[in-house]
Structures are given as C-alpha cells and as structure tokens.
C-alpha cells in the first residue's frame, strides 16, 4: 500500500444508527397515543383485550448496523469509497466526478451532457453498438449521465461476471473516442428532443424558471442545452470537457455491494491505475441577479389542462449551515405527503394531484421551488393557496406538526441504505460537494436539535413572499384574467427562455 | 415482464420510492453461465385465517425495516359500464380515514413513525402498501385492518368528492395534458369488444369519475373488500409468531364477506380485421402505434412474446431501434413491448418518426422488420440478449422488502405459489430462437390496430391502410 489513505475506515454510517434510536425513543410517547393499549409489537397472550379503537403503541425503533465505508486513495488522486453489502450477489460501481453542466461555456451549452452520452457510443476499441450488445449480453446496465457539480457512470452488475463487466465500464469511463458521426447522430437526437420539449408544459416551465431566477448564471441554462447552442457543439467541445474535467484527481469510485475492499482495490489499481492526473479548473458559476419584486411569468400554452406552477427563487448552496433547520422547514412545507402544500392543494382543495417543494443545495446556492400541476380552472386559487402558505410558513411552527416532521426525516433514514443502490446513490450525494462521511453520523442529532425558531427563522431568510418568481405555464386565454385579478403580483407574458414574448 | 404503461395508477408519484425507480433502471443477472446467477429462493410462510384472509410472512432481518403489502383481487376489469374509473377511484378513498383513523391521520402516524405509504391499481387488483422501520410494523397493520373492517362508518361523500377531484388531476396530469396521453385508451377501445373487461383504461373517463357515487362506494367496499378477497404480505425483521398473534388480533374479527362475482370470461383471439385509427393532439411529431392481442400471463406463449418484443425493439442492437433509429436516423424513438395480464393480454410497437419522416414511411420499415422476422427468425445472439438482459430484473426486484413482498404477491396471486420466481426464470431460459419465430407469426402476423396521432389539423398523415 503506498496511498495515504489506506485502510482508514470510516465509522460514519455504522454510527449514524445509534444516534437515531437514541432519538427516536421519543417518537412513541410523542405520538400521543398514552391510553392503555397493549405493548405491541410483543402482545400478550390475552388477544381479547387489545383495543382495536386505538392504534398501537410502538416499541423503540432497533439498532440498525450499517456496514462501515472503507476509504482508499489510488496514487493519481483517484479516492475509492467501498461498502460491503453481501446479502444479494450485486455490486454498484460508481464513478463521480465533480464537474458537470456548470462547466458549459456560453454558446456551447449542453457540452457536459453531450460528451457524457457520448461515452457509451464508442471507445477507442468498441463501437457503440459492440458496447450495447455487450451490456445487453451481459445483463448488466451502464449509465453516464451529466447533471450540475458532478458526472456520473454507474454499473450495476451481478458479482459473478465482475471481470467482463468492470472491464467495460472502464473503457467506457476512460477511453471514449467521441465518434464524429456518433457526434452528429446525437446532436440530431437532441435537436428533435428539444422540439419536443414545446409538448410538455412541465419542461416548458422548468425550463423558464431556471432562466428567469438565475439570469446569466450557471444555472440558468438547459443541462441539455437550446437549440443554437446544440448546432455549435464541435467535438472538439466535448473532447475538451473531458480531458479537463474527467480526471482521477477531480473523481470518486463508490463500490457497493457483495465485494471485499481488498479485491476492489486489486481491481481499481488494474483498471483505473493509469489514468492520468489533470489540472482540473474551477468553474466559473456566476452571480443570479438580485431578486425582483413578486411577478408571475405567464408562458402560454394554448388549451393546457392543467397550469404548471413553479414559484421560488434562489436558495441555498449544499455547504450552507443551515441544512438542518432548512430540511425541517422544507418538510413542513412540501417535502412530504402530509406537508402543508400536499395537505391544501391536494388533499384539502382537490386542485392537483400534488403540490411539493424543495432546495436544490448545490455548489453554489441552487434553486428553491414549490411546484404543482394545477387544474386551469383553479389556476388562480391554486396561486393564493401557495402564496398562503408562503406566508404562514414565516410563523411559528407548532410543536406536534414540528415533531413528527422531526419523527418522520430521523426515522425513515435507514430505510435510505436498504439495497446496493440505496447506499451507493447516498453517498454519491455526498461526493461532489465534499461533504464528510460523518454527514450521516451526525443526521438524526442535527435533525434533532432544530428548534422551531431556527426553523422560523430560516424561513423568514430563505423565502420571501415580496421577492417570487412565479413561473405559471397554461392556457393564457382562460388564466391571464384571473391571475391578473389576485393581484399577487404583475403578469408578464414570457417565452421558454424566461424572455418576454409577443 | 416488459415495461408496462398498463402498471396502475399510483396514488401518488410524489411518494413512489427512489428505490422502485432505481429498480426500473438498474437491471442484472445474467447467465452468461449457466450457474452464474441463480434465482435465489426466498422462505416464506402461507396461511389462511378462517375470515379468508391469505397471509405470507417473509423474514428478512438483514436491515430493521419491514414492509407490508396488500393485494386485494379487484380491479378496473371488475367495473360496470358507466362507473369506468372507479376501482382507482376507490383506492384513493382508502386513505381518507376509516371507524378509528380520523381523516388524515392515516399518513400522519405512519410518517411520525418513519413510515411511507402508497397504492396502485391496475386491470386486475389493487395493492396498498407501507414501508418502514420494524417497530412500526404494529401500526401499519392495525391501519390497514380498521379500513378493510370498518371504512364505511365514517365515510361521507366530502371524502369521495375530494378524491374525484384529486384523481380527475391524475388524469390530466398523466394523461391528458401529456403528449400522446390519450393514444393508450383509444388504442384500447379498439382492441377489445366494449364488453370486455379490458376495453379502457385503468384511469378511466371523465364523465365516469363524475357519476360515481357514494352508494357506488359502499357497495364496492362490500362486494370486493373483504378478507376472503385480499392478500397480505409482511416481508422484513419481525418474529413469526409476534406478528402472528398481531394479524390475529387486527383482521381475525373482520367477518368473511359474501363470495366474489366472477369475471366475465374472455376469449384470447385476434382482432377481427385490420383497423386505422387517426387521434390529433397537441404534438410537434406524429406518432405510429401498433397493437395486437396477444396472452394472458403466464400463457405457453407469453415469454416468447416478451423475447419477441426484447428483439424488435428493446435495445440498441434490435431490430427496429438499430435500422430506425441508429442507421437510417429517420425515427426518434422506437419501443416494443407485450403486455400479459389476467384475463388477456396486448403487443404494442410505438414508432416516433423524426422530422421530415412521415408515420407511413415508418410503416413500411416495421412492416418490413416484422417481415424478416417472421419469415427468418432470430439469431441466437439475439435470443441471449433478451434473455439476460430479462434475467437479469430478478435480482434486483427482491433486494427490497417491498420489492419482495410485492413479487410474493404477485406470484401467488397468478400461480397460487409465492415463491414463483425460479420457475418464472425458466420459462424465459426455455425459450428457443424457433418459439420466438412461431409466436411472431402466430400472433404478429394477425391483424391489428394502427393509430396515427397527429398535430391538430394534420389527419393527412394518418396511415390509412396496410402498407408495403
């Protein structure tokens, strides 16, 4: 072993359980349930006294022991991250790296996600179509996809042809040769994708959000691109993005699954050995222009059944202090089935099938949203529902709706590290933003000590109900009045690009 | 086996696990040798309580979660004529409470205790599921036992007005305000006599959901929702015999309902003569689909037909998506799949033509594929193709305890043995290059279905005849 970090392992996860029974002990009697119902799950054997008019009162949650993370180093910089999981013969190979769409240059935007599809459409030994007929031969899946602050390639494989498959997700990750007509086929692909894009109301607003919100920043632009900067992409565009980016020293290989961390290592060395150290950049990410006053962005989508709704406006970077209380804020708004946003506009109102919101925490402060597809009749009710709870989520939040929004994100994490894929897909979270291991050592104990004045208080900070972009794409004929007469905010008309349309 | 659009209405995308998706994705096993990747044999324990209902527990005690996950033998090939829709409908009534769970509350303590929770509905039954740490196992039990004994008392047609609403936006937003949203149900009604149980879809219609009513809901519940109807199966950390006593305690005093109606019975034949169908809709492309009958589940034929649909269409190298889409670039996209449910089953090849293309040029080439088939065959590359690429699913459906307590489902309610799987993997190892060849024409070569959706006011495009 000459890496310096050989052999440290990790105690993140194995610990992060006893944290949360500690906590979790509380969540029976906090359920409110103290009437005299029969201890379950351990029932006496007098079954006829249990009262069936309550519901039960529960046992502490068990101590999960989840498998330790062995941390390696390989001497080009590659770090590799290996959790045994031997309860089915599978094993997650995941390489991430950390650069993605951010890394576009303007022009040429979509460059990460055309040169990341590019990978599985030929090597400097195998065409695109030998790699697919080995992938389909095989049974396995390989997956390379760009998104923002990270690129990812992912194999998921049965442990018994490790040999085959490990040798064709190599070549893919390390050797493309970025056919040319590979290239054009592609860019053609997109170009009649991005046509489509107009059929789908949901992408439509995604799409004017992001622009509108992050302006002439990183974010602000299609992962996949429009359709000049498609035409632009030359291959020397995406040859460049990964000779640059896609380097051992800027990378991670996750390995999950029924393999031994010395074998992994064997084999990493073999295959990923001689792959060359690079000068990796930092991205330039921009500045989003300051927040306007609230204004809805109407973008028209003539006869739509259903208005898309996306309202927010800038929030939070994934290294931000205040992950905890936002998490628990969040929640409580809309990121879960009982959030409030669900609970009015579905469950209460009826006028979606569902409302949600969330943070996307990236390297520097992604979007926040509340979204839902709503019936276009009830467009501008929907609209003043949102902005009440906008609103009230700026008071006091009471305790009971406090403690199981608490109960249920300490609660339901172990069930994030059930499969293979489980446990590779949260850790490959934590590697683009260099987020330490011990994150999810420390998740039930951040979780607990959110107070309902940090959560009061991130609120008020992070969502401003003076400062929204609301982005609404539907049927402007019918909408336009009504929204006009919320007086939420002024309408402007605006096309995909977030720009005024005629 | 093949990805099926027919696959229910969840009650809620929102909270369909990352997991599930990712299982979707992430298919593996292969037997590239023979013994490479067995399907391994999961234990299990099958019992039936005196009320009718199945039981199947299923210890896995490799992390502390459990999921429970119920099948109730109902779906929307069990509705009436007007009332289309409402074998989903009535799902998402389940959830609004029942005797004991004021409404709400149903989520609210299964969340607070780290639990989540869903359901789907398809042709042929309707499944409720929970997931979650072990201890909470109590819980979701007791839930799902109040509302299949006692969801009447408390129910009011302000819950079902709410749902209708909540499921009249599912529709749009899955289907009508979606490109190419209403192909499936017109399809549908042209494949199937109006009688048949199959005949529309699962979401069913508009005017339908309108009319359904609060006596309809009653009535439901007490023809279909009993034990003697439904299945339960717990799969995680749990002690046998705790959980025993505890499914004794909730559903033992549920009384046996009266005995279910039959369905009607269907005769698997092909469509009666060649059909063209024209749909406009708001899309920048037109679309060609084509749909044969084909077999119930678990049929001599249906795996043939799932490796049929493998090699036309089911990845780079088939048939269609390496003339169309790869060489000839003239398609966007290309997909085959055959659908084998209960009573009957479906083919569908759905074809997008790239601009410039029109749907009766991409005729002409799936005629010309479907063709060289017939009359050629496969080649036994081919055929391994598709079955590891097949295989592979099987692992990775049970590396849940949802995924697990589903597939137990699954089997049991298809071949009355949970553990089906290793006998399932067989049928699609068994199959030859020849069956392949037999069932393309035995039932590819019979007549079928072609719609054309189009952009509004271009029903020119429509493709108006068998091409060749």
């Known amino acids: ?502 | 086996m093949s990805p099926n659009p027919f696959d229910g209405q969840p009650r809620a995308t929102t909270l369909r696990s990352l997991r599930q998706r990712l299982c979707q994705l992430f298919l593996a096993v292969a037997p590239v040798t023979a013994a490479a990747q067995a399907v391994p044999a999961i234990a299990y324990e099958k019992y039936t309580l005196p009320n009718g209902l199945e039981v199947i527990l299923s210890e896995d005690h490799s992390v502390p979660l459990v999921a429970v996950n119920t099948w109730y033998k109902v779906g929307s090939g069990d509705e009436v004529a007007g009332r289309t829709g409402f074998a989903h409908l009535f799902e998402h009534i389940m959830f609004m409470g029942s005797e004991n769970v004021p409404v709400g509350k149903f989520d609210q303590w299964l969340e607070a205790a780290g639990g989540n929770n869903n359901g789907s509905t398809n042709a042929d039954r309707t499944n409720y599921y929970e997931w979650m740490p072990a201890n909470a196992l109590a819980l979701a039990l007791w839930l799902d036992a109040d509302r299949m004994g006692r969801l009447l008392p408390t129910m009011d047609l302000p819950k079902l007005d709410l749902q209708r609403d909540v499921v009249k936006n599912e529709r749009r937003q899955s289907y009508d305000n979606v490109p190419y949203g209403r192909a499936y149900e017109t399809i549908l009604g042209a494949l199937y006599p109006a009688s048949h149980p199959y005949a529309h879809p699962t979401i069913g219609s508009m005017t339908d959901l309108t009319s359904a009513s609060l006596e309809d809901v009653k009535n439901f519940f007490r023809t279909y929702y009993a034990p003697n109807n439904a299945t339960i199966a717990i799969v995680g950390d749990f002690k046998p015999d705790s959980v025993k006593k505890l499914v004794q305690q909730y559903f033992g005093g549920i009384p046996r309902g009266p005995a279910i109606p039959p369905r009607p019975q269907v005769t698997l034949q092909p469509v009666p003569k060649d059909t063209f169908l024209v749909l406009e809709d708001k899309v920048q492309l037109p679309r060609l689909y084509y749909a044969w009958r084909s077999v119930k589940a678990f049929h001599e034929d249906d795996a043939a037909l799932d490796v049929a649909a493998y090699v036309i269409a089911g990845d780079k190298n088939s048939r269609l998506y390496k003339r169309l889409v790869y060489d000839m670039q003239v398609a966007q996209d290309v997909s085959a799949f055959n659908s084998s449910q209960r009573l009957d089953g479906g083919f569908q090849i759905v074809v997008t033509p790239k601009p410039g293309h029109t749907p009766t040029e991409m005729a002409k080439l799936v005629n010309e594929e479907l063709q060289r088939l017939t009359n050629d065959g496969i080649t036994e590359r081919e055929l391994a193709r598709a079955q590891n690429s097949t295989r592979a699913q099987f692992l990775d459906r049970i590396a849940s305890d949802l995924g697990k307590a589903d597939q137990l489902n699954f089997y049991n309610y298809f071949t009355g043995t949970p553990d089906y799987a290793k006998q399932d993997a067989a049928r699609y190892d068994k199959v030859t290059a020849a069956d392949v060849k037999r069932v393309a024409v035995a039932y590819l070569g019979k007549p079928h279905v072609t719609l054309t959706v189009v952009s509004e006011g271009k029903r020119d495009l429509m493709v108006t005849g068998v091409v060749q």
């Open chain 1, 1 to 502: 072993m000459t890496s310096r970090r050989t052999g440290t392992v990790s105690p993140a996860i194995a610990s992060a359980v006893a944290l949360l029974l500690a906590t979790a002990c509380s969540h029976s009697a906090a359920r409110g349930s103290t009437t005299a119902a029969a201890p379950t799950p351990a029932p006496a054997a007098t079954a006829a006294a249990v009262d069936l008019t309550k519901p039960p009162v529960l046992g502490a949650p068990k101590t999960l022991t989840l498998p330790e993370v062995v941390s390696r180093e390989l001497p080009n910089g590659l770090r590799l991250m290996i959790v045994e999981q031997h309860e089915l013969p599978l094993a997650d190979f995941v390489l991430v790296v950390k650069s993605g769409g951010e890394t576009d240059e303007s022009g040429k935007l979509g460059t990460a996600t055309l040169a990341t599809s590019l990978l599985k459409e030929g090597t400097t030994t195998r065409s695109s179509l030998q790699i697919a007929d080995q992938e389909a031969f095989l049974g396995v899946d390989i997956f390379a996809n760009s998104g923002w602050d990270a690129t990812t390639i992912r194999l998921h494989t049965p442990t018994a042809q490790l040999d085959s498959a490990l040798a064709l997700f190599a070549d893919v990750a390390l050797h493309p040769a970025f056919p040319p007509a590979e290239l054009e086929r592609l860019r053609k692909n997109r170009l009649t994708s991005l046509l489509q894009v107009k059929d789908r109301a949901p992408e439509i607003a995604n799409r004017a959000y992001a622009a509108i919100v992050f302006g002439t920043a990183a974010y602000a632009h299609p992962l996949t691109g429009d359709e000049a900067s498609t035409n632009a992409i030359q291959q020397a565009d995406v040859r460049r993005f990964y000779d640059t980016y896609v380097r051992p020293n800027n990378a991670t290989l996750l390995v999950v699954g029924d393999v031994r961390p010395d074998d992994v290592e064997r084999r990493a060395r073999a295959l990923f050995g001689g792959w060359q150290r690079g000068t990796v950049p930092p991205s330039n990410y921009g500045q989003p222009a300051p927040a306007k006053g609230t204004t809805i962005y109407l973008v028209d989508k003539p006869g739509a059944a259903q208005s898309s709704f996306r309202i927010g406006g800038v929030g939070v970077a994934r290294s931000t202090a205040d992950y905890f209380p936002l998490t628990v804020m969040n929640t409580v708004l809309g990121g879960s089935f009982t959030s409030r946003l669900n609970q009015n506009l579905r469950e209460t109102k009826g006028y979606t099938y569902g409302a949600s919101s969330g943070f996307a925490m990236r390297r520097t402060p992604g979007p926040f949203t509340a979204s839902a597809e709503v019936v276009a009749a009830k467009t501008d009710s929907a609209l003043i529902e949102f902005m009440k709870e906008v609103r009230a989520i700026r008071d006091t939040v009471p305790r009971p709706e406090l403690e199981k929004t608490k109960q249920y994100l300490q609660l339901q994490l172990p069930g994030r590290f059930e499969t293979t894929g489980d446990i590779a897909t949260q850790l490959a979270q934590l590697v683009p933003y260099d987020v330490p291991l011990s994150f999810y050592n420390g998740y039930t104990q951040g979780i607990a000590a959110v107070t309902p004045a940090d959560v009061q208080r991130v609120a008020r900070q992070y969502i401003d109900p003076e400062k929204l972009a609301i982005v609404i794409v539907g049927d402007r004929k019918s909408i336009e009045p009504t929204l006009k007469a919320t007086k939420v905010g002024d309408v402007v008309v605006v096309d995909i690009t977030g720009r005024p349309a005629m």
